[in-house]
């Protein structure tokens, strides 16, 4: 049975009529992932507000939501910058270097793995193999894969990203 409640829902109404949707069928919770999917790619991120909601709207526990949230790396629920740099931490990168790149990146940008510049523009991430293994180390930053990255170029790195969204804005 789905959520029939007058509650102002601060998710987009699109997420609140799926969710809705979604209790519709024999087993809500299934759709669990599906919802915070949606939720995330609205936001960039999941929100404590917009979790106990999807709780709400799904009518399944809030321990399990949180717990779904927090079990999958995917998910975040903390705002993401502008720019997500993730740094593959696996085995082929590793080898060659990539925990100092990840170093670098973190002077660089002043912040630890997991947080966001004050400024919003940068988020700092691992990865496990991203399939390119032969140009390890390697570095996305959204789209965009950095191959054979070594530490000295971090911040010419970070200067390019940041000269190529003042051109675009
Ligand atoms: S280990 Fe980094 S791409 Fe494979």
């Given at each position: 049975?789905?959520c029939?409640c007058?509650m102002k829902f601060s998710l987009d109404e699109?997420i609140v009529k799926y969710a809705k949707?979604c209790t519709?069928?024999?087993?809500?919770?299934?759709?669990l992932?599906?919802v915070l999917?949606k939720v995330?790619?609205r936001y960039?991120?999941l929100s404590e507000i917009h979790l106990d909601e999807v709780a709400h709207l799904l009518q399944v526990?809030t321990?399990?939501v949180y717990?779904?949230a927090?079990?999958?790396?995917?998910?975040?629920?903390?705002?993401?910058?502008?720019?997500?740099?993730?740094?593959?931490?696996?085995?082929?990168?590793?080898?060659?270097?990539?925990?100092?790149?990840?170093?670098?990146?973190?002077?660089?940008?002043?912040?630890?793995?997991?947080?966001?510049?004050?400024?919003?523009?940068?988020?700092?991430?691992?990865?496990?193999?991203?399939?390119?293994?032969?140009?390890?180390?390697?570095?996305?930053?959204?789209?965009?894969?950095?191959?054979?990255?070594?530490?000295?170029?971090?911040?010419?790195?970070?200067?390019?990203?940041?000269?190529?969204?003042?051109?675009?804005?």
């Open positions: 049975m789905s029939k007058q699109d949707e519709e069928n024999e087993y809500p919770e299934s759709y992932i599906s999917h995330q790619n960039g991120y526990p321990a399990n717990g779904v927090t079990f999958y790396h995917y998910f975040k629920l903390k705002p993401r910058g502008k720019f997500s740099i993730s740094v593959c931490l696996g085995t082929a990168c590793f080898v060659k270097g990539a925990d100092s790149v990840l170093d670098a990146f973190k002077n660089e940008l002043g912040i630890e793995l997991g947080e966001t510049s004050s400024d919003c523009i940068f988020s700092l991430e691992s990865t496990r193999c991203i399939g390119v293994c032969a140009m390890a180390p390697v570095v996305t930053i959204n789209d965009r894969v950095y191959s054979n990255v070594v530490p000295a170029q971090v911040p010419a790195i970070i200067h390019e990203v940041k000269e190529n969204m003042q051109v675009e804005a």
